[in-house]
C-alpha cells in the first residue's frame, strides 16, 4: 500500500512538473529542484494516507468527462 502510495504520488507530481514547464516561464532545472524538493515530503504524507484511513475513491463526474475528454476540438497536450 506505501509503495502504492509514493508510485502514485511521483506520478501526479512528476506529470504536474511536466505541465509547468509547458505552461509557464519556469526551466528545467528550477522546475526539477522543485520537484526534488516537493518529494521529500511525500514519504510523510503517504505514511499519513496509510495509517489513518483506508483510501478510497469515487468520483464518477471526473470518470465521465475523462470518457468525453476525446471529442474535445482543441486539448492542452495532444498525444
Known amino acids: 500500500m ?7 504520488a511521483y506520478t501526479r507530481l512528476a506529470s504536474t512538473t511536466s505541465a509547468a514547464l509547458r505552461l509557464m ?4 532545472t528550477d522546475a526539477h529542484a522543485r520537484l526534488a524538493k516537493t518529494l521529500q515530503r511525500v514519504p510523510i504524507v503517504v505514511e499519513a494516507m496509510t495509517t489513518r484511513a483506508r483510501p478510497e475513491s469515487f468520483t464518477p463526474a471526473m470518470d465521465v468527462s475523462a470518457m ?3 471529442y474535445l476540438h482543441s486539448r492542452l497536450f495532444r498525444s
Do not use: H, L
Request: glycine letters at 14%; charged letters at 20%; a positive charge.
Open 2 to 8: 506505501r509503495d502504492a502510495g509514493a508510485a502514485f
Open 25 to 28: 516561464r519556469i526551466g528545467q
Open 68 to 70: 468525453t475528454q476525446q
